[in-house]
């Protein structure tokens, strides 16, 4: 039997790999100008498995774009050094308008710091 090979890009170019090793690499949510919105922080909270997920809201900041949130999350690997990883416990995105402050990825902040999103992108 025959194995289906396709041309995929690999570490020295475009190469052809059997079609069950190949890939689709996502194309990562970002806003205008490649800003960081919740879209983006749920789309890689879903590829690290789970980690990343806002727990609090450190601080509010009015931006040309938005709100600028900063926020305790799930510890997530920032990199590993030859001891281990090195954990992040904090991340921020660009809360651009109403739609964005209803973004799942917000679910488990609780409901002051839910208000403080809405009134940052309705103020």
């Not at 025959?2 to 690999?10: E, I, K, P, R, S």
């Not at 997530?76 to 416990?89: A, F």
Request: net charge negative; with cysteine.
């Amino acid at each position: 039997m025959a194995t289906q090979m396709v041309l995929a890009q690999g570490d020295y170019g475009r190469e052809l790999v059997p079609a069950h090793e190949a890939v689709e690499i996502q194309e990562t949510p970002l806003g205008a100008d490649n800003i960081v919105v919740p879209a983006t922080v749920r789309w890689l909270s879903e590829l690290r498995g789970d980690s990343g997920i806002p727990t609090k809201i450190r601080s509010v900041t009015a931006t040309d774009a938005g709100a600028y949130v900063a926020f305790d999350c799930t510890p997530r690997v920032q990199y590993v050094t030859d001891n281990g990883p090195v954990y992040l416990h904090w991340s921020s995105c660009t809360v651009r308008n109403l739609q964005d402050a209803q973004d799942s990825i917000f679910d488990g902040l609780s409901a002051h710091d839910r208000a403080q999103l809405f009134a940052a992108v309705e103020g």
